[in-house]
Antibody, heavy 119, light 106 residues
Framework: EVQLVESGGGLVQPGRSLKLSCAASGFTFSNYYMAWVRQAPKKGLEWVATISTSGSRTYYPDSVKGRFTISRDNAKSSLYLQMNSLKSEDTATYYCARHKLKNTYFDYWGQGVMVTVSS | EIVLTQSPTTMAASPGEKVTLTCRAS?????MHWYQQKSGASPKLWIYDTSNRASGVPNRFSGSGSGTSYSLTISSMETEDAATYYCQQWSSNPLTFGSGTKLEIK
């Protein structure tokens, strides 16, 4: 059974940093592109980042480019999101998600972790 | 950036009613994907590559479309179908989602 379990969320002040983790199991992690998707309270879904199988290629929307960094450790079947210079508008539930194929849709999602940016 | 516009924003349907949700893209896309999200839960893949049902999705659901116009249809609404549905594309960077259609049971 595919499982994606996020951790590392919490309350953080504006301008500070936070690192999220996602522990994957039930599949060969190194074979899949992985991603982070967020959802602000009562809002829709927003893609945050995608990383290739080896980690050599990363993709971001302009809203987080330069502030967020996605990475992975295939030996640990883990995905990470380093978030710097956090803003109030980064407040959201962050989901770890698996890309079925390169640059396509998400076939599995984690349960999500809440990040609140507030002073 | 390709903007996906979903309509209606909210709707209510009676059990047994046929329901059609639409997703219009600001530029042509090759495929559209759909997710179902129930309150307090994570999204679930529902329809992929425009017309393929994900594992476990009832066959009363279908997807269709091409170019800039796509739709998700429920042939006969059931209470368990009440949820928010999002469309998504990655034919062009960045990957984008529609703003969602909230489907309620009447």
């Amino acid at each position: 059974e595919v499982q994606l379990v996020e951790s590392g969320g919490g309350l953080v002040q504006p301008g500070r940093s936070l690192k999220l983790s996602c522990a994957a199991s039930g599949f060969t992690f190194s074979n899949y592109y992985m991603a982070w998707v967020r959802q602000a309270p009562k809002k829709g879904l927003e893609w945050v980042a995608t990383i290739s199988t080896s980690g050599s290629r990363t993709y971001y929307p302009d809203s987080v480019k330069g502030r967020f960094t996605i990475s992975r450790d295939n030996a640990k079947s883990s995905l990470y999101l380093q978030m710097n210079s956090l803003k109030s508008e980064d407040t959201a539930t962050y989901y770890c998600a698996r890309h079925k194929l390169k640059n396509t849709y998400f076939d599995y999602w984690g349960q999500g972790v809440m990040v609140t940016v507030s002073s | 950036e390709i903007v996906l516009t979903q309509s209606p924003t909210t709707m209510a349907a009676s059990p047994g009613e046929k329901v059609t949700l639409t997703c219009r893209a600001s530029s042509s896309v090759s495929y559209m994907h759909w997710y179902q999200q129930k309150s307090g839960a994570s999204p679930k893949l529902w329809i992929y590559d425009t017309s393929n049902r994900a594992s476990g999705v009832p066959n009363r659901f279908s997807g269709s479309g091409s170019g800039t116009s796509y739709s998700l249809t429920i042939s006969s609404m059931e209470t368990e179908d009440a949820a928010t549905y999002y469309c998504q594309q990655w034919s062009s960077n960045p990957l984008t989602f529609g703003s969602g259609t909230k489907l309620e049971i009447k």
